[in-house]
């Protein structure tokens, strides 16, 4: 594994202050795309997507101008549940809010909250990496999110 996991800390508190926030500081594009940028000292993470339902996008992490992670990722809802995108994004946010140090992509292994369950798996390390995550409402399915990434050109 590469040193790489020096971007920890900088990837949590990007990953607080962008979509997890209950208020992203978001940029919308004519072409409906949409990006979150946050920055401390001479780190820049940029997570850029487009859709809602499905949808897709990137996450990268620079340091000094030059990008040394990047992470790629598409999500839906699962099919008769689309009317429901709007209270699971929110429980998403609150998800994500829980990553940590030992679960740094997106957010923790699990999370509860009333009758929603959140699941991450992910594979290998920040490096070299793929996952899943997935939503529940009750014994219902209702939302997954594939996503998959590490270092680049370092």
């Given at each position: ?17 962008g ?46 101008g ?9 999500g ?12 699971t ?66």
């Amino acid at each position: 594994m590469s040193d790489i996991i020096h971007i920890v800390p900088f990837l949590l508190k990007a990953n607080r202050a962008g979509y997890a926030n209950d208020a992203p500081q978001i940029t919308k594009f004519a072409d409906g795309a949409r990006e979150i940028i946050y920055e401390e000292g001479q780190y820049r993470s940029n997570d850029y997507w487009w859709g809602g339902n499905p949808f897709a996008g990137q996450e990268s992490i620079a340091f000094g101008g030059k990008v040394l992670w990047a992470m790629q990722y598409r999500g839906w809802m699962e099919a008769g549940f689309e009317s429901m995108s709007s209270e699971t994004f929110t429980f998403l946010r609150h998800a994500l809010k829980e990553c940590s140090d030992e679960a740094p992509l997106r957010g923790p292994k699990e999370f509860r909250e009333d009758s929603w369950l959140y699941a991450n798996s992910w594979g290998a390390n920040l490096d070299n990496f793929h996952g899943e995550e997935k939503i529940w409402k009750g014994e219902q399915h209702v939302y997954t999110c594939k996503f998959l990434g590490g270092v680049v050109d370092v």
